[in-house]
């Protein structure tokens, strides 16, 4: 029989997509113990959060110089 494909919507531009993401690491995160609402990200909009977060990397590192 033919598979239906279930689209998912990505919490962030609200696009409906067969996949999301849902990244959760970084230095001091801990997911486990701190409570936080639980979003999922299409592609671009995964993409997009991951340049801003080196970025906010980048800057507080220069910061720290």
């Given at each position: 029989g033919k598979?239906?494909?279930i689209m998912l919507k990505?919490?962030?531009?609200?696009?409906?997509?067969?996949f999301v993401i849902r990244v959760?690491?970084?230095?001091?995160y801990d997911r486990l113990t701190v409570r936080?609402?639980?979003r999922y990200a299409c592609l671009p909009c995964s993409?997009?959060?991951e340049r801003?977060?080196?970025e906010r990397l980048k800057?507080?590192?220069a910061e720290n110089k």
């Open positions: 598979k239906e494909t990505c919490d962030f531009c609200g696009a409906e997509t067969e959760a690491i970084d230095k001091d936080h609402e639980k993409e997009k959060k801003e977060r080196q800057k507080a590192a």
